[in-house]
């Protein structure tokens, strides 16, 4: 089978790799769709996400969804079945797993994080725990996008993000947008967004923003504050990691609002506008990955209640992954996923 793998800091290379067989409570897939992630693109071009760094090779790719190719002793599942895949890979027994924060474990495999191998893939094998059956009408991209809607997910329910709340999520990216579907789904009444990228602003829109803004033609505070009787709003997101969203996040905020930290920044240190948010006692949370939203996330899809599905924009064979690294990284062509799939459309 054909795998990428991450040679040196920029460079992918595709390699044969022996065809990897199921251990007990073990199925292979045969990968169909996966994502490339902002957390990819930094693992790529910087070789580290802060002390998680890579030791070449590396293969990377963690969103992806699959059909059952062959399966080991004690599995359930079947060849054939399709299946969205959750990337991580908790112990069930540490300390955190016991307490219900399975993301925080700390055994964590999670795919396509050094030292793990991920899964841009022909196959990959996966403990069956981590294989979710999808129905019929959902498509394999629309699966490959439940993780990083469970991203989305983790940082309203971090937030607890309820009817007729005000919310506003600073970066319009995928996981900016994920985050706007999870927030409308929990019942936010406007949700105001940001971007640099025009596109992105546009994307915003038709994905159910009540307001954008970008923040090179004006005063993002004063446009929120004006919006919301000069209270600020009741939820901010940073989905971008970047010191301008996170000053944003904390000037936005209403007085004991709260405020979700999702973006992975480039750098290891940023700064707290520290008066503001201790004058407003800001609930500060800061999100890593989610934790058990992923059946949340199949219901809501397979309802038809969110619509993941205009999220991915552009598609690639294994072959020519290097052109989606460069165009996810150059925001180029209003991508917002794009999506990999190394056996073809499947
Ligand atoms: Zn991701
Ligand atoms: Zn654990």
Redesign the pocket.
């Known amino acids: 089978m054909k795998s990428a793998v991450l040679t040196a800091l920029r460079k992918i290379e595709i390699k044969d790799m022996p065809l990897p067989e199921p251990g007990t409570g073990e199925v292979r897939l045969k990968v169909a769709a996966v994502g490339v992630c902002g957390s990819d693109v930094h693992y790529h071009e910087e070789g580290r996400i802060g002390s998680q760094v890579v030791k070449f090779p590396q293969v990377l790719g963690h969103e992806p969804s699959g059909v059952v190719d062959a399966v080991g002793a004690g599995v359930k599942l079947k060849p054939g079945d399709r299946v969205a895949v959750e990337p991580a890979n ?9 307490r219900g924060r ?1 993301n925080l ?4 495999k999670f795919l396509g994080t050094p030292p793990i191998d991920g899964i841009f893939s022909q196959y990959r094998v996966m403990p069956e725990h981590c294989c979710f059956p999808i129905s019929d009408s959902m498509s394999l991209t629309e699966a490959s996008l439940l993780e990083p809607l469970g991203v989305g997910f983790h940082a309203v329910n971090l937030a607890k993000v309820g009817l007729g709340d005000t919310v506003a999520v600073f970066g319009s990216g995928p996981i900016g947008l994920v985050t706007l579907l999870a927030a409308k789904a929990a019942g936010a009444a406007k949700v105001f967004m940001t971007d640099l990228i025009p596109e992105r602003l546009t994307f915003a829109l038709k994905t159910g923003a009540d307001y954008v803004m970008n923040p090179s033609d004006g005063d993002v505070v004063e446009w929120i504050l004006d919006n919301t009787g000069g209270l600020g709003v009741d939820v901010t997101v940073d989905a971008a990691g970047k010191q301008e969203t996170l000053d944003h996040c904390c000037l936005c905020s209403r007085r004991g609002g709260k405020a979700v930290i999702v973006g992975i920044p480039s750098v290891d240190r940023l700064l707290l506008p520290l008066h503001e948010v201790r004058r407003r006692e800001l609930e500060m949370h800061n999100a890593r990955r989610s934790n058990g939203e992923m059946k949340a996330c199949i219901e809501l899809v397979a309802s038809g209640r969110i619509n993941v599905k205009p999220l991915a924009t552009h598609f690639f064979p294994l072959e020519k992954i290097s052109d989606a690294f460069s165009l996810v990284h150059n925001y180029a062509d209003g991508v917002i996923r794009a999506i990999i799939q190394p056996n073809g459309e499947l």
């Open positions: 908790h112990c069930g027994k540490c300390v955190y797993c016991q399975q474990c700390l055994e964590m």
